[in-house]
């Protein structure tokens, strides 16, 4: 849709809404689940909104339209987000007028749009990832009286091009580059539920990058399922690590940070691009999700330990003083003890700054949801247990021969419960927190390293 009729269309519901609920500018409230993409979702979901006439809210106890942007990754993150949805039925039953709606991953599952179907009725509003520029179109159609309105499915070959976006920070941005995935590892639902890989126009996307910069944003991090495979489908000329220096040229004062980077296509290019570049984190998170060969095969993750590793390795020598982050699954059916040992052995060599590790969470619909083996609740819980306790041990050590040393940080926040503590993040991606005034938030400042626990730094302005 072009700019100009989709301009028209944000134009022509808002009648609609002053007849519905009887005044000017309604309230919004959106609250995300899951990943930075959802985040990336959710910012473009309330510039609509905001574009045909709601004012946005964090306060859902005085929205007219609540929307749970969900995410479907793991079974925990599903079960809470159904939870929050059985919680805005008392909205609904206190003010018939309150419009309330489910989308993101969770609604691109069938079995999940027959549970809400079922149990759910009160819902106006369900749609999926691929149908966030609908939006107008599918809140006229509620606003006209239909009654619970149903759309997903992601194979569009829409981009999202052209929506408004109402950002949560006026200094750090996402900037999406592609959207799907490809890979079909066997524990996921992302390409069932984000669809098959497509790229954003490399120069759509540094035009948007100029436009955050000019616009003062500190910190922008491109996002992808798989960043590195950026282009490669559809043929483009120019690489992920081509990007990386084009913004990285860009004048200002920023850092470019990006997620995620799948193993199977990190290049030497891409880390040679990040050495090379002063503007871009000096951070890398890798996942490899497994220690052992036997168990990425079966994991369909597409390398082996040894080419993790010898990526690692160039990667550390091209670039010193990088920081490494990683996903771990534990419990993947079939894991032995001899091959979760092969991943803490793994995590031993490499040592991460910092790990997101995961029991394993079966999802229907994906291969590993029928495999046999699958591990013992109590089995998985005490190789979690020895996993964290591992990367405690390694990241007190690193946090440890940070105290002394100087680093930039981007200011982001007080710290809770604090007056005048405040929380920066390092380029590895490194909490310190340091006393500071408010109008540093959103600013570079330099920082000492004091002292430590074993996630975060604590410092003084240099």
């Known amino acids: 849709m072009e700019n100009k009729e989709r301009n028209e269309e944000f134009e022509n519901i808002s009648f609609l809404l002053e007849r519905h609920f009887g005044y000017e500018n309604p309230k919004a409230f959106v609250r995300t689940f899951g990943c930075q993409g959802n985040v990336a979702d959710s910012e473009k979901i309330k510039g609509i909104l905001n574009r045909i006439g709601f004012f946005l809210t964090e306060n859902v106890d005085e929205a007219d339209i609540i929307i749970l942007n969900t995410c479907a990754i793991r079974e925990n993150a599903q079960n809470r987000a159904f939870g929050n949805i059985g919680a805005i039925k008392k909205y609904k039953e206190k003010n018939s007028k309150v419009i309330t709606a489910l989308c993101g991953c969770m609604p691109e599952q069938d079995y999940v749009i027959d549970k809400v179907k079922k149990h759910y009725g009160f819902l ?45 920070s006026t200094f750090k941005a996402f900037l999406p580059v592609m959207y799907g995935c490809d890979n079909f590892c066997t524990y996921c639902v992302v390409p069932y539920v984000r669809g098959r890989e497509r790229s954003r126009s490399f120069n759509q996307i540094i035009d948007d990058a100029k436009q955050l ?155 590993a949801y029928k495999m046999d083996g699958y591990i013992d609740d109590n089995i998985k819980s005490e190789r979690f247990d020895r996993l964290i306790k591992l990367q405690e041990e390694i990241a007190a050590e690193r946090s440890r021969s940070l105290v002394g040393k100087e680093f930039k940080v981007l200011c982001e926040s007080y710290a809770d419960g604090s007056s005048n503590a405040l929380l920066g993040r390092t380029e590895g991606n490194v909490i310190i927190e340091f006393a500071g005034k408010k109008e540093s938030v959103g600013s570079f400042q330099k920082v000492k390293v004091l002292s430590t626990k074993t996630w975060r730094l604590f410092g003084e302005l240099a």
Request: charged share 25%; net charge negative; glycine share 8%.
């Open 124 to 168: 106006d509003l369900i749609f999926g990832t691929g149908c966030i520029a609908d939006l107008p179109d599918l809140l006229t159609r509620v606003l006209q009286g239909e009654k619970q309105v149903v759309k997903t499915g992601n194979e569009s070959l829409s981009l999202n091009e052209g929506l408004p976006t109402a950002r949560d």
């Open 213 to 367: 910069i000019s616009s003062g944003y500190k910190e922008i991090t491109l996002l992808g399922q798989n960043v590195n495979s950026y282009g490669i489908k559809d043929g483009y000329k120019e690489s992920f690590a081509d990007l990386l220096r084009s913004i990285n040229d860009i004048e200002g004062d920023f850092w470019l940070r990006f997620m995620t980077s799948h193993p199977k296509d990190c290049s030497y290019d891409l880390l040679d691009a990040m050495a090379q570049s002063a503007k871009v984190a000096k951070h890398l998170h890798l996942p490899f999700q497994s220690g052992n060969n036997r168990v990425l095969k079966a994991m369909n993750r597409g390398y082996s330990r040894e080419k993790y590793l010898e990526l690692i390795n160039y990667a550390k020598s091209v670039m010193p003083d990088i920081s490494l982050t990683s996903d771990v699954i534990v419990g993947f059916p079939g894991e032995s003890e001899s091959e979760f040992e092969d991943t803490l052995s793994l995590v031993k060599e490499v040592e991460f700054t910092s790990l997101f590790t995961f029991l394993f969470s079966p999802r229907e619909g994906t291969a």
